[in-house]
């Protein structure tokens, strides 16, 4: 294990800017990636950089997660990935993401035992289901939820009071499932299942979802398994679009429930976690027109077209992306197991295998990414497509809070406030309302 080396680089960057030049330092992490330190730039020059979407921007320097795009590896913690989807467990996961190491036998012992006994919400809560419609998005549910439990924990609500951290941490990871248990409850008009303590994370999530009092709940437990593996594999990818969001509405220095409520609205987009969702309904629709994967192979490359293949592409990777290697296995194997023969995991292979065969997928250097094909594990194992994304958002948890307590632990840190570059009307006098044209 290395350790990043920050502060030893004496390399330069030389900018010249209105005839003079200046030099600026070059950040260097752990894994040898570079980047040029532009914080004294405006200062110096007046100038700010320009760079939309952050495609060139770091944000921050981070010990979390590291990703190399090109030979597609992810790391948590300094841990390979495919390590981690084979040993380890989501609460083992979201340990080493959030504390920084993996927890010793007694730590992990613990840290189940605060999970199990922080899960029910206050009742009061349950009561705030009443209000919304039955064909709510689970999403939104989610994130008001989240940002509700604010208000039961005031003691929380200051982000420097370090005393209630761990308990914030542990309630957030504890009740997410049950509030996503819920929702679902709700949704099918079904009585709520409250968390069932002797049971793991993953198989008490399945209960709270699956059991309905009529019946005695067999639990599977390689369902139970599948899924921990498929909420280990979403726990962090180091600095998106949803953890991105976390840090800068954590930059203002609001509460952590706050936090996570914003990142969970940034994680419902399409372009973002939203996409394990449209991927479905993507292979729906192929499905519905005939299986005619060229069809919309061929939309996808039409510039005249808005169609994506969803679940294609990535911004950091530029290679396979791990993840969607592991869970393409993982859907294999469910669905053998639990004899499920379904069409639209046979469309996925055959989409996949044209769009990697076809010169537009690889210059572009688009593969599928982890939303392509969890989808058909979630749908196999009864999990219905509005509550796709509701599943990633309980798999990138830890990841969120981890990020949080990295940057809410460095110091003082800055305000996140881009700049822009103004382009609107230059002074111009107010009209009355009788004067305009
Ligand atoms: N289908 C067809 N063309 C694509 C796709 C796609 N899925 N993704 C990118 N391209 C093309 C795009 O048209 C552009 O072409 P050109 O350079 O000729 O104009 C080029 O590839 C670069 O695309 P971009 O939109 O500039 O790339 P980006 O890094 O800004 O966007 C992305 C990354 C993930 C938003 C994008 O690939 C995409 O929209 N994919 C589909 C949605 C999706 O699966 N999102 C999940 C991402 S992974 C999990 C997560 O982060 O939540």
Redesign the pocket.
């Known amino acids: 294990m290395t350790t990043a080396n920050t502060n030893t680089n004496t390399e330069t960057a030389t900018i010249a800017v209105g005839g003079k030049s200046l030099q600026y330092p070059i950040i260097t992490g752990s894994e040898n990636e570079k980047g040029i330190d532009i914080s004294k730039l405006r200062a110096d020059t007046g100038c700010v950089t320009l760079d939309p979407?952050y495609v060139n921007t770091g944000a921050c320097t981070s010990a979390v997660t590291f990703i190399d795009g090109d030979l597609g590896i992810l790391r948590y913690r300094g841990i390979p990935i495919d390590q981690l989807a084979e040993h380890s467990t989501f609460t083992e996961v979201s340990y080493l993401l959030i504390y920084g190491k993996l927890p010793t036998r007694a730590q992990l012992d613990d840290f189940n035992y605060q999970l199990c006994h922080h899960s029910m919400i206050h009742e009061d809560m349950k009561r705030f289901y009443d209000g919304y419609p039955s064909t709510a998005h689970p999403m939104g549910i989610l994130s008001a939820m989240v940002c509700s439990m604010s208000s039961y924990y005031p003691e929380a609500l200051d982000p420097s009071n370090r005393t209630h951290l761990n308990d914030t941490i542990v309630r957030l990871l504890a009740k997410l499932p049950t509030i996503a248990a819920l929702s679902h409850k709700k949704s099918r008009g079904q009585p709520f299942v409250y968390p069932d303590n002797s049971l793991s994370y993953s198989a008490n999530l399945l209960q709270m979802f699956f059991a309905v009092p009529a019946d005695k709940y067999k639990l599977d437990e390689d369902v139970a398994r599948v899924l921990d593996l498929l909420l280990i594999l979403h726990a962090d990818?180091e600095q998106?679009?949803s953890t991105s969001t976390v840090r800068l509405v954590g930059s203002s220095q609001a509460n952590l429930f706050a936090c996570i409520a914003a990142g969970i609205c940034a994680l419902w987009g399409?372009?973002?976690?939203g996409?394990n969702q449209e991927v479905m309904t993507m292979l729906e629709l192929i499905n519905q027109d005939g299986g005619n994967v060229d069809k919309y192979v061929a939309m996808?490359?039409d510039k005249k077209s808005s169609f994506?293949?969803?679940?294609?592409?990535?911004?950091v990777y530029k290679n396979f992306d791990p993840r969607a290697k592991i869970i393409k296995k993982a859907c294999d194997t469910v669905l053998n197991k639990l004899g499920i023969r379904d069409p639209l995991l046979d469309i996925a292979k055959k989409l996949e295998e044209r769009a990697l065969s076809d010169s537009y997928f690889v210059d572009?250097k688009?593969y599928p990414?982890?939303?392509f094909y969890s989808g058909i594990i979630y749908k196999a194992i009864g999990i219905p497509n509005n509550m796709f994304t509701v599943m990633f958002a309980l798999g990138r948890l830890p990841g969120w809070i981890a990020h949080w307590k990295e940057m809410t632990e460095s110091g003082a840190p800055k305000i996140g406030r881009p700049r822009q570059i103004y382009t609107g009307a230059t002074l111009q006098d107010y009209v009355p309302i009788a004067n305009r044209t």
Do not use: E, I, Q, S
């Open positions: 979407g990818h998106n679009c399409p372009l973002h976690g996409a996808a490359k994506r293949l969803m679940g294609f592409g990535h911004r572009h688009l990414n982890v939303d």
